[in-house]
């Protein structure tokens, strides 16, 4: 396509239960990302995979939270045991890689844990 | 700890004026600078960026200007628009290496009074 496409657009779980948010990047892109961003708050790093190199997980809040990508393609985002506090919007981002190649990031994906 | 943080919260300009936006950042290692905006219920847009070994680089009514002595990171915007209003956030990259990721700021929110 012709930007980064997330899906669900909008998720309502109760809480305990698993969700998974799915990232589908720009065609040929090598490098994605998943940020978060709480309300009225700016983006926090999540987790970030370039080509084949293993991902940077340092921004993963708890082991409740992972991410899987398959090649250089469609990039799944697991939390397990939702509680409240995972309410938030989840942003997927890709770029071509390498520093100094623009992120483009997607409509995210609004959690909301109830 | 690490940082990019914003001077102002808030900004509210009359169409037409000039706004100027401010950042600043607290790793001297920070080599990439990135402008997004962000409107209501969007994902952030990418604006325009710039390198550690420029102070000043124009877009499309948009200036970005670097200053390294004091960390400081403005964006200006010439005759600024109603489609202006949203939220702006400067991010930093800092990793060397194949990977890195951009670390946000808070977000500026501008208003722009017709």
């Known amino acids: 396509g012709a930007g980064v496409s997330q899906s669900p657009s909008n998720k309502v779980t109760e809480k305990g239960k698993d969700v998974e948010l799915r990232c589908d990047p720009i065609?040929?892109?090598?490098?994605l990302y998943w940020y978060r961003q709480r309300l009225g708050q700016g983006l926090e790093f999540l987790i970030y995979f370039q080509g084949n190199s293993a991902p940077d997980k340092s921004g993963l809040p708890s082991d409740r939270f992972s991410a899987e990508r398959t090649g250089e393609s469609v990039s799944t985002l697991t939390i397990q045991r939702t509680q409240q506090e995972d309410s938030a919007v989840y942003l997927c981002a890709s770029s071509s890689g390498g520093k100094g190649n623009t992120i483009y990031f997607g409509e995210g994906s609004w959690l909301t844990v109830v | 700890g690490e940082s990019v943080g914003l001077h102002l919260p808030t900004l509210s300009v009359q169409e037409g004026d000039n706004s100027i936006i401010n950042c600043a950042y607290s790793?001297?290692?920070?080599?990439?600078f990135i402008w997004y905006k962000q409107e209501s219920g969007k994902g952030p847009q990418f604006i325009i960026d710039?390198?550690?070994?420029?102070d000043k680089r124009q877009g499309q009514r948009v200036t970005v200007l670097l200053n390294k002595t004091v960390k400081h990171l403005s964006l200006q915007i010439a005759a600024t628009q109603p489609g202006d209003s949203a939220v702006y956030f400067c991010?930093?990259?800092?990793?060397?290496?194949?990977?890195?990721?951009?670390?946000f700021g808070k977000g500026t929110l501008l208003t722009v009074n017709p």
């Open positions: 710039i390198r550690s070994n420029m």
């Open positions: 065609s040929g892109h090598t490098a």
């Open positions: 790793n001297s290692a920070s080599d990439y």
């Open positions: 991010a930093e990259s800092r990793s060397g290496g194949s990977n890195y990721k951009l670390t």
